[in-house]
């Protein structure tokens, strides 16, 4: 079994910045690709960001230059560097990842975490 957990969501105020992160942990044999996706009340999730294991990484339009995602594979923890938030950056932030097990690979979400941007 393996369980994603996020942390480091919070009330923010426009301008602000705040640090997400997601360990993983469980019968790992290896951590592939992790992302970050965000849903907003009455809104569809939507894909933040995207790292594979070897670090190349996509972001949405909206994010780019303000959010940072990185990842310590030693650790199975993968980060959101969120800067110059934004209220449209009001959302449940949940990461995922493509994990490795000996029942083969799957994907796995974290329960998710709040970040409320205050305008």
């Known amino acids: 079994q393996v369980q994603l957990v996020e942390s480091g969501g919070g009330l923010v105020q426009a301008g602000g910045s705040l640090r997400l992160s997601c360990v993983a942990s469980?019968?790992?044999?290896?951590?592939?690709?992790m992302g970050w996706y965000r849903q907003a009340l009455g809104e569809q999730r939507e894909l933040v960001a995207h790292?594979?294991?070897?670090?190349?990484?996509n972001y949405a339009d909206a994010v780019k230059g303000r959010f940072t995602i990185s990842r310590d594979n030693a650790k199975n923890t993968l980060y959101l560097q969120m800067n110059s938030l934004l209220s449209e950056d009001t959302a449940v932030y949940s990461c995922?990842?493509?994990?490795?097990?000996?029942?083969?690979?799957?994907?796995?979400w974290g329960q998710g975490t709040q970040v409320t941007v205050s305008s």
């Open positions: 790292i594979s294991r070897d670090g190349s990484i």
């Open positions: 469980g019968s790992i044999f290896r951590v592939n690709a």
């Open positions: 995922t990842a493509n994990v490795q097990t000996y029942l083969g690979r799957n994907d796995y």
